[in-house]
């Protein structure tokens, strides 16, 4: 890696240890209204934004409400351990860390809208790591389309092809090697992902985040 002038990170998954949350919100709000989520629903979320999984979910269910008072439903049920549960996964400050010392620039790629990821981040001692913060909750595209990496790597002021991207999702793996990223997945049971796919996705494969994974031949 030693073109990369920049390392971006995804929060749910990758350095969070937080996609638990996620799979009591849909079991909350399936339930109160008497629906069973197909089998593929994390994955398929798992590929939007927060506004296109709201879609998505009154599309696929047919329901009335708005994405609003879906999103706040949502929000509303995250909020608590967000705030206060939350934790990082295994070494993933160290790796943040290594990454900071190495003097790479330091981004965060997430889906999460900033009233989740504020006080997650800030709780595990990672609210100021980071000189880039891109949420596809406010950015036209989500994680699955590569514009989203083309605008990281220019508010870093670096290019994609100088970057090397961290995801536990394949579809956000494969749309930051298309913008011409480096990838670096890594292994979520709860994310539902396609062993293949994973691989096919990642230059490296981790099973867990590991600071070593700078020193690493590609």
Request: charged residues 25%.
């Amino acid at each position: 890696m030693k073109n990369i002038k920049a390392a971006v990170f995804d929060l749910d998954g990758t350095l969070l240890d937080s996609m638990y949350v996620w799979a009591e919100v849909d079991e909350k709000f399936l339930k109160k209204r008497g629906l069973q989520a197909p089998d593929d629903y994390g994955t398929e979320c798992s590929k939007r934004s927060f506004r296109e999984i709201a879609l998505y979910t009154i599309d696929l269910f047919g329901l009335e409400e708005t994405p609003e008072e879906i999103m706040e439903e949502w929000m509303e049920l995250a909020r608590t351990e967000y705030r206060e549960k939350v934790h990082t996964k295994p070494f993933a400050v160290q790796t943040v860390e290594k990454a900071a010392a190495l003097g790479l620039k330091t981004a965060v790629c997430t889906s999460l809208p900033k009233e989740l990821y504020e006080p997650a981040l800030k709780n595990n001692g990672l609210g100021d790591k980071f000189s880039v913060i891109v949420s596809a909750d406010s950015h036209d595209h989500g994680k699955s389309d590569s514009r989203i990496y083309y605008h990281t790597a220019g508010l870093l002021g670096v290019l994609p092809c100088e970057c090397v991207f961290f995801d536990d999702v394949s579809a956000s793996l494969f749309a930051a090697k298309k913008a011409g990223m480096i990838t670096v997945g890594v292994i979520d049971p709860l994310s539902g992902q396609n062993a293949e796919e994973m691989k096919a996705a990642s230059d490296i494969l981790l099973n867990t985040l590991s600071p070593s994974v700078f020193d690493m031949d590609i």
